[in-house]
């Protein structure tokens, strides 16, 4: 009996009630417990479109990171809002900092709040004076979320300096290239000290620091196309300026701008200061003669619409790729006296000729070196029958078509002399039938050569498109007349569809 009294004594519930309060402490509690290093599956990344937000279309989160970065670096003190925007990229107003580095204080919502503002520039009257000391900067950011530019695998392919890059589909690995290109091209431009442009500060990924150009009165300094011109003599001023620049970039740093327009040029201080040149490209770039080419275009038609006289498009091209130029004493590397020259020798457009000749030069074939040229021009240029390279890359142009054409006249008045002599003294000498002789072999070989050449030019069009009407039409009958003898042997539908039964009931 003691036993039994015993067992009654045991309290059995304060051992589930126990057991039941460590099942909710865990169901409470299993949430915050990390069970990551007992798994050895990979876990999953989790992407947010957060991330990606950007807020005018460049301030995304990872921007914002760079941003932060140059201000604890203390390259930048403070943003002041956005100068412009446009299809590549926008532009804010920053001041520079101290160049100490510093703690990260800044927070982000800071950063995009001073810099979604409109930018208020210090204009000297209303401004204390740690704010008009300060350095001014151009704050570049190249887009990364809608991209409207997207023709840039053609500027960077071919490059020797890019050789090496990777990934050029990826559109923001592509902009971090891009960024560095225009950094890159500023600095060699800065440096060589021949053409005006921003002093380039510092790049980041797809930020790009600069000097900020800044007339004085709390407004940038005016692009070319927004600039007021006091008279036509500085519209002209500003042509002859554009063209030395288009040789001294080629010549002396070793670019092509591919996109210089009135867009691209600034009026700082009274000179042209030169921007925008990440698209630039070196002369060994596969496209450099078209890109030269373009920028003459450009520029002529927008002095052409401000009413002054300019310059044959070819003229311009030839006086940029001339290593040396006929009557020039100045310095090949001083802007001022490269206008000079071009004001004082280069002729101008005036007849429907120079136009059509302008015309014509815009649809050239341009060839930089011999391997550019085809085998039957090839040997018509060794022959001195093709002039291309002659005039377009020779140092002086008119010098080669007044040489070239004197050349050809030569020769067709000591063949119509040779001819004429023969005529009348038949008898002289046996020397004058030699040469005789040699001249008409001569004249007979330039006639079959130049047929050959003219027959080869023209090709036969072939395809649909450019069909006889008569030969189409009766392509047209053999084929329906085809088709025709074919339903004849052609098994019914009915009577196929009975022979698919049987064969199926058949299995």
Known sequence: MSLVKQF?????????????????????????????????KKAKSNKDKANRATVENVLDPRTMRFLRALMNRGIISDFNGCLSTGK??????????????RGSTIQEEEIINK??????????????????????????????????????????DGEFRFRNSRSQHNPRKMIKIWAEKEFRNLKRIYVSGVIPVPRPIEIKNNVLVMEFLNRGDG?????????????KEEVVHYYHTMVAYMRLLYQVCGLVHADLSEYNTLVHNDKLYVIDVSQSVQPEHP?????????????????EKMGISIFPEKIIFQFVIAEQLDNFNGD??????????VRDNLPIKQTEEDEAEDEVFRSLYLVRNLSGLEERDFDRFTEGKFDLLKSLLAQDNKKNFNASEN??????????????DSGDDHEEDGCDDDQENDSDNDEDDDEEEDSDYEDDREKILKGKKYEDKD??????????????????????????KKLVKKTKSKK
């Open 8 to 40: 009654d004594k045991l309290d059995i519930s304060s051992g589930k009630e126990k057991e039941h309060i460590n099942t909710r402490i865990l169901d409470k509690y299993s949430h915050r417990i990390k069970t990551d290093e007992l798994s050895f």
């Open 88 to 101: 590549e990229a926008n532009v804010y107003h920053a001041f520079a900092g101290d160049g100490i580095p």
């Open 115 to 156: 810099m979604t503002q409109e930018a208020t520039l210090p204009n000297g009257s209303n401004d204390n004076e740690e704010t008009i000391d300060k350095k001014e900067y151009a704050v570049k950011i190249f887009k990364t979320s809608i991209l409207v530019f997207k023709d840039r695998e053609r500027y960077v």
């Open 219 to 231: 407004f940038a300094s005016p692009r070319l196309r927004d600039y007021p011109y006091q008279d």
């Open 287 to 303: 496209m450099s003669l078209d890109f030269l080419r373009m920028d003459i275009k450009n520029v002529n038609l927008y002095f």
């Open 332 to 341: 090949y590397k001083d802007y001022n006296d490269l206008r000079d020259y």
């Open 407 to 420: 050349n050809e006249n030569e020769d067709i008045s000591d063949t119509d002399d040779s001819g004429s």
């Open 471 to 496: 030969l189409k039409k009766q392509r047209k009958q053999e084929a329906k007349d085809a088709k025709r003898e074919k339903r004849k042997t052609k098994v019914k539908k009915h009577v196929k």
